[in-house]
């Protein structure tokens, strides 16, 4: 057994209310999500039921205003419930991330008329998201995305296309779509809130995936789906702008989430070579692990206090989106490395399912990818450093 048994993050909260709320999100990890995580993951469940009992406990909405059954918290303080949530289980803490992607289009770019219609039953009412902008053949370029939305002869809008590696395609109420409304290129999309059971609406069978089996990634069909012109979030042309405004706070959430893999396999490889003994001595006591421990848990502190950093900019009204871009790929790069030394760490026994890092390291690539690949998110920075490339 190990003789010095990993100790929750010592974070720096600035309310008691902050304090109860990171305690409540713990209790809720350590009862409904940590024991049945490994299982689940395996058998490819989806935790439903975990997302009911979050949206009741009132975590489904932390970020967005209270009139409409939001948290009114400060990103600072959601993404480090986001953390707290990968830690337990990839699946829970990126399933809030996309839910919250999915809210932002109407909570930021909606009527008052639309927000009161449909906000609080998304962020409170236990309805769970997606957020449909990738496509087979629009991946990092989405702006050449095909799916289309043109008017009938109603005054509404008929959706035909396909998007891909949507997460909750086929278990979603809602999905936050991007449709070509216009011409070529970023100008010509609007967004389109689009309810699951509308007619038309079909999703494939879940991607067969390395990691995070228990979270359905797929593609989602629009087979000529008829919505009214009240579902149209935003102006027409507007929809790519609220498309990448959505995805500079989503990658802070998938930043703070690949914090919270890091953070979940450094305290089991600590709990690991505290507990376990080689030649008469624990393999903690070597100097060459103990470098391997002390370098994982600085990563992850730096990769904290840049997903931090960048919150509170954001928090503050600020300009934060190459701030973003930085924390998902120092964070996200992160997680990879602190998972695959974790494996190192626990030897033969990390490749075996009977301990959770061989998870946690196949759950940590695809962080990697989502929301923007990392060598995109390098594009970005440099776009803030040195300007847009020239031709």
Partial sequence: MPDRAP???????????????????????????VPKAAEEEDAGHFPREVFALLSESGLLGLP??????????????????????AAARLTVGL??????????ALANYGTKEQQVEHLPAMLGGGLLGAYC???????????????KAVRDGDGGWV??????????????????VLARTGGEGARGISAFLVPGDA?????????????????PTAQVHFDGVRISDDRRIGEEGQGFAIALSALDSGRLGIAACAIGVAQAALDEAVAYATGREQFGRRIADFQ?????????????????????AAARLRDAGRPFAKQAAMAKL??????????????????????????????????AKVLQIVEGTNQIQRMVIARHLAGPETR
Avoid: N
């Fill in 133 to 147: 902008l990738s496509e087979p053949a629009s991946g990092s370029d989405a702006a050449s995305l095909r799916t």
């Fill in 288 to 308: 060459g692990l103990r470098f391997m421990l002390a370098d994982m848990a600085t990563q992850i502190e730096a990769g904290r206090a840049l997903y931090l």
């Fill in 95 to 104: 399933g809030v991330s996309v839910h919250s992607l999915s809210c932002h």
């Fill in 7 to 33: 100790q929750p993050v010592d974070r720096q909260l600035p309310t008691d209310e902050a304090r109860d709320l990171i305690s409540l999100v713990r209790d809720i990890a350590q009862r409904e999500i």
């Fill in 64 to 85: 967005y205003d209270s009139e409409y059954g939001g948290g009114d918290q400060p990103y600072e303080i959601y993404l480090q419930v986001l953390e707290e949530l």
């Fill in 199 to 215: 007619e038309g609406l079909s999703a494939a069978l879940p991607e067969k995936k390395m990691g995070m089996k228990g979270s």
């Fill in 159 to 176: 959706i035909t296309g396909t998007k891909a590696w949507i997460t909750h395609g086929g278990v979603a109420d809602f999905y936050t």
């Fill in 330 to 363: 120092l964070c996200t790069d992160a997680a990879m490395k602190v998972t695959t030394d974790a494996v190192q760490v626990l030897g033969g026994y990390g490749y075996t399912a009977d301990f959770p890092v061989e998870r946690l390291m196949r759950e």
